[in-house]
């Protein structure tokens, strides 16, 4: 009967050799050796014909072995055939049960992937027989055994984000991680985005302003905007199943403050602002001033910047300080900015009573903090304050009502010194007045006033003080200056005085009180001078009044100006229109 003839053998060989410890991949889930292997192995002869008969001849002899650099386990060294029967052919095959079983299990499988061989010198009934190697001193052996050693990259660390002023770029540096082969950096205004690697790259629209996969230490990244929150997060990369990360490091691209510096007077207020987007990663701005004796900050912190984050810093005292604002996240300062603060002597003001101010130009009065510039007069009303250009008053406040206009009615007509001189008839002809002395003397009768005029080009001197009593004076001055030496007093509701002068008009230091009517083609100064100056009158200069008093109770006006309704009931008509027009100027 034709056939095939099958003979299976089924080795079990146990077998551990331990001289020098291996470390491999294996197919056996991981870094392992080989021992307790079992191995079927199948041999058959098959005829090359149907006709032969083929008889399986084991002659000789054959092992074993299990190497660790294979994924199946080998028969090696054997020596099979088919006996001397021509044309059959050994047919071997080899099917691996358990390929490698030892130290630490059979098939042990670490969730990294990676193994670490361990030997330790005990005594020899101490390490089982399967993990015993060569001796290692007096009845004692090295034992084996396989330990899961996790991924072997580490952490990247000193992840630190340094902006660069003005804050549309940063450098950041780190200390680098062992075990990887590259680091991966990502950098973004979208933490979900940073922390899942940038998965859209980076631009516009990504979350992210920075990655790349081959980072080094330091790395500029730019593209910033200022004042916002940036996220950070690099990666110790070795491959998909081992890598190690930094923690999302949180930081902020500027915090200006605004503005940089402030002057102030004591208990005058300068609000600042720090320049930060809004973020719930803030957890507060805090405030602070180096100096409180000289100024103090309110709030101390602030926690909803949903509006910006603010605070004010009042002047209490004469000197200097430092605000400091410190944007704080996750109870760490992540972003510091100062602002230089000055705290001096308030600078010389002047204020006015009952009166209405108005100027082609600006207003300006640096008003000591808790007074107004126009103070009420006797009908419990102050003074109205037009201007075309800007009004600033310091640490005080207009008034009380505030009238403040900004604006003024056009008029074409120019009252200046020609248009006073006009209204002099022609057949009057004033007192010429060479010096004050000639105004002890009276002057010529103009309706009941005394006309009195110099003409230049030698300047005008009062050099004394003068007391006109209940007389009316009224004074032209052409192509020449005047100079006031000298204080001038009216009896109040009786007296008149009136100057035009073509050219400017100066106080001297030494005088402290005027009354009358001062008319400027060209200026009115008030003199350097570290006294007070008192006008009880009017003043009107087309080039400007010049304020230049500088007392030194900086608490009190340098210059005061009182309006005097008895010096405008006692204007000469002759000189004025004949029309008065009353308007309202909605204060």
């Known amino acids: 009967m034709r056939g095939i003839l099958s003979i299976v053998f089924i080795v079990i060989l146990t077998f551990f050799v331990f001289s020098v410890p291996v470390l491999a991949e294996s197919g056996c889930g991981g870094t392992d050796f080989c021992q307790g292997t079992i191995i079927e192995n199948y041999f058959s002869c098959s005829p090359d014909d149907e006709d032969q008969i083929c008889i399986f001849n084991n002659e000789g002899s054959f092992t074993t072995d299990c190497t660790v650099t294979a994924d199946t386990c080998e028969t090696k060294g054997h020596d099979y055939s088919c006996g001397s029967y021509p044309g059959c052919s050994l047919n071997v095959k080899s099917k691996t049960k358990s390929c490698c079983s030892g130290a630490g299990g059979g098939g042990q499988d670490c969730p990294s992937g990676e193994y670490e061989l361990v030997k330790k010198c005990k005594p020899t009934d101490q390490c089982p027989a399967d993990r015993t190697g060569a001796k290692c001193g007096q009845g004692r052996k090295w034992c084996f055994s396989l330990v899961c050693v996790g991924c072997s990259a580490t952490a990247p660390s000193n992840l630190s984000f340094t902006p660069i002023p003005p804050g549309s770029s940063a450098t950041v540096s780190w200390t680098d991680g062992t075990g990887g082969t590259s680091n991966r950096l990502y950098v973004g205004d979208d933490k979900t985005k940073v922390e899942a690697d940038c998965p859209q790259g980076f631009g516009a629209g990504t979350g992210c302003v920075y990655s790349s996969d081959s980072a080094t230490s330091p790395t500029v990244v ?96 004469l000197g200097s300080s430092v605000l400091t604002s410190d944007v704080i996240i996750d109870g760490e300062v992540v ?197 007070q100056l008192s006008v009880r009158g009017s003043v009107a200069a087309y080039e400007g009044v010049n304020l230049q008093r500088d007392i030194d109770d900086d608490s009190e006006p340098s210059e005061f100006f009182e309006y005097a309704p008895d010096q405008i009931l006692l204007f000469p008509s002759k000189l004025g229109t004949r029309k008065m027009d009353w308007k309202e100027v909605a204060p």
């Open 222 to 317: 730019s593209g910033l905007s200022l004042g916002t929150v940036y996220y950070a997060r690099l990666v110790n990369y070795k491959d998909e199943a081992c890598s190690a990360a930094s923690g999302t490091l949180i930081d902020v691209s500027s915090c200006y403050l605004s503005p940089d510096s402030a002057t102030l007077s004591p208990f005058e207020s300068q609000a600042f602002t720090t320049s930060v987007n809004y973020s719930t990663e803030i957890d507060r701005v805090a405030y602070d001033v180096s100096n409180p004796p000289t100024t103090e900050v309110d709030p101390a912190s602030d926690t909803n910047g949903q509006d910006g984050y603010h605070a004010e810093v009042t002047a209490l005292s």
């Open 335 to 531: 972003c510091t900015d100062t602002a230089d603060i000055n705290v001096t002597a308030p600078g010389p003001w002047w204020q006015v009573m009952d009166s209405d101010i108005q100027s082609m130009g600006d207003i300006a009065s640096d008003v000591a903090s808790g007074n107004f510039f126009g103070l009420a007069g006797a009908g419990g009303y102050p003074g109205v304050i037009a201007y075309t250009g800007s009004a600033s008053f310091g640490s005080g406040e207009v008034s009380d009502p505030p009238w403040l206009v900004d604006s003024l009615s056009q008029n074409t007509r120019r009252y200046d010194y020609a248009f006073f001189e006009n209204q002099i008839p022609s057949g009057v002809i004033p007192k010429e007045a060479v010096s004050d002395t000639d105004l002890a003397t009276p002057g010529t009768d103009f309706n009941g006033y005394e006309l009195f005029k110099h003409t230049g080009p030698i300047d005008f001197n009062i050099t004394s003080p003068v007391d006109f009593a209940g007389r009316k004076v009224i004074l032209f001055i052409e192509n020449s200056d005047l100079f006031i030496g000298g204080n001038i007093n009216l009896n109040d509701g009786v007296g008149f005085f009136g100057v035009f002068v073509d050219g400017s008009i100066t106080i001297v230091p030494t005088v402290t009180s005027l009354e009358g009517i001062y008319l400027s083609d060209s200026s009115f100064s008030t003199g350097l001078g570290n006294t």
